[in-house]
């Protein structure tokens, strides 16, 4: 089967890397313009624009892959398929209408749950234990197409977004081979989605890391989780009413069950130095932060970071 696949960050990657290695036959890759990066702001490519070049790959960036001269270069290919991950542009529906097939999309959720830019993230914010990968027909709505297979795990309790995906990135790699196995032997199954059991998974703010000491535990460790490692969760520690507020970044915590004399503290409030890190008070316990980042420094273990910023029980974490 020939195949254009579009896609752009490193999910995508693992599913370019098993199609090379495939039967099938990659006639383009369309992935996204190369942007800015890091302080320097030089240009630099997306995960999938490197591995391709590897591959010796013809490689399209466009601004708008639904140019009329992008969708000129899509139809001289060919193509009996178009498999798209995390690209990062809609698809027209006269893009949709190119391939001899469809254009099947691997989704990093069960759906039709948590369509949208951050399935793993919102998944895992939202205490879900359970996941998987979803291969789908594509369709101008977003994430709303017939659903072809699906591949289901466990989220583990201290798993984290970046963990989680490099997991599901493998896979959708698995999956879409399958799928497209399926397409070409006509005994794939087209299944419409439930719209009743919807849900939505937008793309993740910065502004989203914020820690609310206000919230239950679990809510507080799931929330550090899910944001880990972008965009991040930070939270502000107070030493006193006098000191200046130092942002962190808080990137690795434990639940633990807190006394009475714990939960009558205000939430945020530093309890104890223990061997597992800070503990923090919550509404109804204690959280103990295990690793962080102050701002503009390194990344560090809780025990490492007591030990150069002189951190005591009393001291605060904050909202803002």
């Known amino acids: 089967m020939n195949v254009i696949f579009v896609g752009t960050p490193e999910f995508a990657v693992p599913c370019l890397s098993s ?67 995390a690209f990062g542009q809609f ?27 951050a399935p793993i993230n919102r998944a895992i914010i939202q205490g879900e234990t359970t996941t998987g990968v979803t291969s789908m027909v594509m369709t101008v709505k977003m ?45 794939a199954i087209y299944t419409k989605q439930d719209e009743k059991a919807v849900c939505f998974a937008p793309k993740l703010k910065n502004e989203d890391g914020l820690i609310q000491w206000s919230l239950e535990t679990h809510k507080i460790h799931n929330l550090i989780r899910g944001v880990t490692p972008a965009p991040g969760a930070y939270t502000y520690y107070a030493k006193d009413d006098h000191h200046e507020k130092k942002r962190i970044i808080v990137q690795k915590t434990q639940i633990h069950s807190g006394s009475e004399l714990i939960v009558s503290l205000n939430p945020g409030t530093v309890t104890e ?35 150069g910023y002189k951190i005591t029980p009393g001291d605060m974490f904050v909202s803002q």
Request: charged content about 20%.
């Open 143 to 187: 994430d709303a197409g017939d659903i072809i297979a699906q591949k289901t795990t466990p989220i583990f309790p201290d798993e984290n977004g970046g963990e989680l995906e490099v997991r599901l990135a493998s896979m959708g790699a698995e999956l879409l081979l399958e799928t497209i196995d399926l397409i070409e032997t006509g005994k």
């Open 19 to 85: 199609l090379v290695t495939s039967k099938h036959k990659i006639v383009a890759v369309v992935t996204q313009p190369d942007r800015p990066k890091g302080r320097s702001k030089i240009p630099c490519p997306p995960p999938v624009k490197e591995v391709s070049q590897k591959f010796g790959l013809t490689i399209l960036q466009p601004e708008n892959i639904n140019s009329e001269s992008v969708m000129k270069q899509l139809q001289y290919f060919s193509p009996d398929c178009i498999i798209a991950v």
């Open 273 to 307: 130095i223990a061997p597992c890190g800070i503990h923090v008070a919550t509404p109804d316990g204690c959280i103990c932060i295990t690793r962080l980042q102050p701002e503009g420094k390194r990344a560090m273990d809780a025990q490492e970071y007591v030990r």
């Open 91 to 117: 698809l027209s529906s006269a893009v949709l209408r190119i391939p001899r097939y469809q254009c099947i999309n691997i989704h990093a959720s069960l759906l039709p749950k948590f369509r949208g830019a």
